[in-house]
């Protein structure tokens, strides 16, 4: 199963400022009664976005000057609270093909990974350069590098980070750990064997 | 140098290292429902792959089951077809669905626990958040997705990297009316909501080793919303004691080994830790949050805090939105604010002994006119137990809606939401803008016997007030 080797994105960025960005925010939980992920796209954020009635709550997403963004900048703690991959699919089916922000909850890290969306980190100083720098000129052009590990336009370079091993996964295109997995089907037999499961005898 | 039942669990389970340097991690145990498994069966199926450990795997249906009226075909089309989508899947590959009609069906971080398939020494997934809860009794139990539960389906097996260890100690004796969930609550918010990014938390101390096993399950719970991927408690006497008997659990000849076996697991006296916390429980108050995070919590005595009273910049911001989102102004105290719904349930406190400890205080009074109040057991097991003890009659008699089990207002999948910007104070897990299903709906949370005093009052009050507790 070939996979894009994922190394560096570019695009213009879009600011979604907060600590602890949830992804019932990311993506509220009504849009979940689904069995695919296909109607996602354009579900990301909604109610951060738009009133009940459907009017625009005036969010940089949906600023003419940020569409086609394909970067986000985020805070502290981004994609915390529930598991649900339906928020990173949300975002990547929209468009969004990396997340700078100044932490990741645990979960979302992980599903992001194995989806193909890197989430880099950034300081908290240099994410609110960037923020400042996109809103001024909303045309600016990033590129998230993830061999260079930085975050960089014409006019400025921040350091990334992201843990070694899904950087690499990502670079080498084997992002997508099911063939791995599949390698080693005689250890995963023995613990099997050894391993009690639970059962009613 | 001892090791941590964490570090310990992890080796007993580690099929190998990936090129990338993760472990292959073999799991125990994976848990199914129907919001986060129909994707990842149809990824299963698209690459041509059978389910590898069927024996492994568990399924109920919870979050989006209707909670008044559960007659199929359900009045939601959309929740129809998930439930049906989760029967064909299991059906298919031979996995064991715990279905509405089967009298086990209920919140799956209930289930499991309940029907002893949750293990000390485990390693537990399942796509949810809330898995964490499985920590209780021993076993390294955390949240994945979807593509994840398609790798688990696939192999039985995860690319992991291992987390840290927090030992967060609680010492000392609780004080009367200080719950399991109020120590969470106050752990999170003196760690943040972002504090365990990182880190598996190992709760000890002698307030936690006296817990229950549902105390200890609403604790581990609730780790998750301290950014701790997993929680855990070393098993022990009342563990065992928990598990003994219930229909997973092993019986005769094999009981003793399994003890044996899991007794092992714990962490070692001079294991060593990343990092200690220790929190002394006479400190802890009956918690009631006040913003749109967790950890945005205060004592019931409390005052909803200014932006001023945040660590950094980021959290006053934090501290702005929330005050404007939920409406409330700084200084003003937490006791005597109205509430409009009153929801007792959830995966964090829709155990037994949550119904247990509310209803001598229900007994001879009424919920206030006008508040909504809706009881929901987790699981089918518990609402049976309620019947036959007489709760559920209480809660009625008190004027609660008691109801069927399913996750309901915890999330609002299912027809019980809030309307516009009501308040409610509510049991669950989590104080997020919209969580309950109105996009301004506004959520307090709080233990199941603070919930109960603010249906009797209408306002948010100190159970030990309310409830003459002493």
Known sequence: ?201 | MGKTLYQKVWEAHTAGTLPDGRTQLFIATMYLHEVTSPQAFAMLRELGLPVLHPERLFATVDHIIPTDDQCEPFADPRAAAMLNELRRNCAENNIRLFDLNSGRQGIVHMVGPELGITQPGMTIVCGDSHTATHGAVGSIAMGIGTTQVRDVLATQTLAMSPLKVRNVRVEGTLRPGVTAKDVALHIIGKLGANGGLGYAYEFGGSAIESMDMDGRLTLCNLAIEGAARCGYINPDETTFEYLKGRPYAPKGEAWDTAVKRWKSFASDADAVYDDVVIIPAEEIEPTVTWGISPDMNIGVGGTVPAPEQARDEEGRKAYTTALEYMKLTPGQPIKGLPVDVVFIGSCTNGHITDFRAVAPYLKGRKVKPGIKALAVPGSQMTALQCEQEGIAQIFREAGFEWRLPGCSMCLAMNPDKLVGDQICASTSNRNFKGRQGSPTGRTLLMSPIMAAAAAITGTVADAREVFDIR
């Open chain 1, 1 to 201: 199963m070939p996979l894009t080797k994922i190394i560096s994105i570019s695009g213009k960025a879009v600011p979604v400022a907060g600590a602890d960005m949830d992804t019932d925010r990311i993506i509220p939980a009504r849009f979940l009664k689904c069995i695919t992920f296909d109607e996602l796209a354009g579900t990301m954020f909604y109610d951060e976005r738009f009133n009940a009635d459907g009017t625009s709550k005036g969010h940089p997403i949906d600023a003419p000057q940020h569409a086609g963004a394909t970067i986000i900048l985020g805070g502290e703690n981004f994609g915390c609270g529930s598991s649900r991959e339906h928020a990173p699919q949300a975002i990547k089916r929209s468009g969004i093909q990396a997340i700078v922000a100044e932490t990741f909850a645990e979960i979302f890290f992980g599903n992001s990974s194995g989806i193909g969306l890197p989430c880099v980190r950034a300081s908290r100083e240099d994410l609110a350069r960037a923020m400042e720098i996109t809103t001024t000129a909303p045309d600016t052009q990033w590129t998230v590098d993830l061999e260079s590990m930085t975050l960089s336009c014409a006019t400025a370079s921040f350091p990334i980070s992201m843990p070694a091993e899904p950087r690499e996964a990502l670079m080498q295109g084997k992002w997508d750990a099911v063939v791995e997995l599949m390698n080693a089907p005689e250890a995963v037999a023995a613990l099997a064997a050894s391993l009690p499961a639970p059962s009613t005898k």
